[in-house]
Structures are given as C-alpha cells and as structure tokens.
C-alpha cells in the first residue's frame, strides 16, 4: 500500500535525520559538546538561553534540531496509524524510529549530564560515543525502511536461508565499522597531528593514550568491510534480478569505493573538521543504501500483474 504523501513526508525526514547526525558530528568535533554545560535539557540552566560563545551557538542549534527531529517523528508515527492498515510494516518501523529517538535523546542526555563531552578522553567516553553511533544508524535504517515500505515496496520474509545471513554479516559490519570510527574520530579530534609521519608514529607508540592506539583498528576494518560488501552486492544482484536489486547493489558498490578514497584522504589531510563531515556523510549513505539494498533482496515477490505489496503474508512470516 502506497501513500504518496505520506512517502514524501518519510523520505524528506530520513534527509532530515541525516542532517542532525551531520551537526551532532560537528558538535563532537569543534569541541562543543560542552556549550551548554553539564545542564539538559535546558541550556546553562536557562530554558531559553541566549548563546554567550560559539560552543553554545553549536550545542544549542542541535538540541532544537534534535527536538524538531522528535516532534517530525511524533507526526510520522500518527500518520502511519492513520492510513496504514493495523499490523502493517510501515507501522512497526514508524514505531521502531520512535523508540530509537527516545534512546537517541537519553543517549544525548547522558554524555552532557555525566560530562563525556569536549575533551573529556575516558573509556566511558569512547564506549558511549560507539554505542551512540550504532543508534544513531539503527534509527537511520529504521526511518529508511518506513519511507521504503511507505512508498508501496513489498514487505520482506526474513528467513531465507544464506542470503539473509549474508545481508545481516554486511549489517552488523558496518555497524561495527562505524562504532570504531566514532572511536577514531574521538582520538583525531582530542589528540590532532601535526603531521601524517606524526600520527603514525603516535598510533603504534604503546606509552600513547589509548585512544590514539585504536586509531589504526578501523582502517583496517574498512577494507575488510569493503571487500565484503563489494562481495556482498555481487552475491545479491546474482540472486535477486529484480530492477530494485541491481539498482541498489551498483549504488552500493559506487558508495563502498567512494568511501574508501573518502577514509584514505581523511588520514593523508589529518582529519579536518569538514573532511570528517564527508566521511560521515558517506557513511550514512553507505547505511541507507545498504538498508534498502536488504529490504529488495529479501521483499516477497509480487503477484503477476499487480504492482500493489502484499503485506500480510511478508508479516506472518517473517513475525
């Protein structure tokens, strides 16, 4: 089922999400996570704060960015229930993407109130900024497939067999690949070089600070994960030729290398602030591709002759 409105409004949010996780990115690497102090969700203590210096120019913009983003969310989830049938998959992600903007905003709210911000170079820091990406990506792909399904692709089943393995390795791979980037990215804004013979050097020196040293982990990761997924897409458009497959496996593999320059200028140019926007921006078009490239493999082959998903046997057997 197909609502075009509804589709536009779904697709225009999932931009939308992309541009919040872009600033939140930003936030993270001008230093600004602490413009508003340790307070939310007010700022500095005020419920309306007039920005006194950049940081909090930055941190503030976010937060109202952020509370758009939820009230957009809030609108899709009604909508979904009004014009989508009970039970029906489009309401399940809009509900998913709710849930995961919950945990997204508590997430927020944890690094400001315990103070895992600016320069702060804890574990916990690290591990709390992996586990907000790996979020931040799952309400990405949950946004993505209630925009997909709204939009009147077909449902999925989700056991079948290899294939289904494949997409979930390729999956969880990146979502690994992009918690060790939240990592790097922590290391190269706390601890910038001067030089790339520099950072090198700091990466493999054992007295450096730990964050410094994992630093050469997600490289390493972002081949292997490339590989795959250049496999991966191969594997699908050779298994499902449908036009929705084949379009998305090529876009995939374009993103993949794309990225994959995008990762190695980062390292030669020492990770400036706009060249970490790029990477991630990549990124989140990796995820989505990705996402919908899943979703067309594993959707439930239409009847001939009608163009309308069948929804309810994609649900009874993939629940």
Known sequence: MKHKNFATFAWILVVYTVLVILWGAFVRATGSGAGCGAHWPTCQGDVIHRPQSIETMIELTHRLMSGVFGILVLGLVVW???VFPKGDMVQKTAVLTLIFTITESLLGAGLVLFELVAYNVSAARAFAAALHLVNTFLLLGFVTLTAWWGSG????????GKLTWLLG????????LSAAGAITALGDTIFPSDTLLEGIQQDVDPAAHFLVRLRVW??????????YLLY???????????????RWGK???V???????GGALNVILLAPVWMQMVHLLLADLLWISLTILSASALAVPLPTGDESPVYEAALDKSS
């Open 255 to 261: 993103i993949v290398v794309v990225q994959l320059i």
């Open 232 to 246: 991966l897409a191969g594997y699908v458009m050779g298994e499902r030729e449908s036009a929705n497959t084949r």
């Open 80 to 82: 979904a229930f009004r």
């Open 153 to 160: 692709n077909p449902g999925i089943k989700l056991k079948q």
């Open 251 to 253: 876009i995939l593999r």
């Open 218 to 227: 997600h490289p390493v990761l972002a081949i292997l994960s490339s590989v």
């Open 169 to 176: 390795i390729g999956l969880l791979a990146i979502m690994i």
